[in-house]
């Protein structure tokens, strides 16, 4: 079982098409950069734990000089 010349011949030019459109992307179809994986509300409650944390850790050391 061999290909013919014809579906060969069609298969290597449909090949070549897509190389020189490789890279070009429409608009629409790529990812914007704007999508988080997670929410603005969560990251918030992140940042406000992490910071108020890291506040309150700053402050228990200075109030216990340094001992604790």
Do not use: C, H, W
Not at 30 to 49: D, H, M
């Amino acid at each position: 079982m061999t290909t013919s010349k014809r579906l060969s011949d069609r298969k290597v030019q449909r090949f070549q098409k897509n190389i020189t459109k490789r890279g070009a992307v429409p608009e629409t179809v790529s990812k914007k950069g704007g999508n988080y994986p997670v929410g603005p509300i969560l990251l918030g409650f992140f940042v406000f734990v992490v910071v108020g944390s890291s506040l309150f850790q700053i402050i228990r050391t200075a109030t216990s000089r340094g001992m604790a």
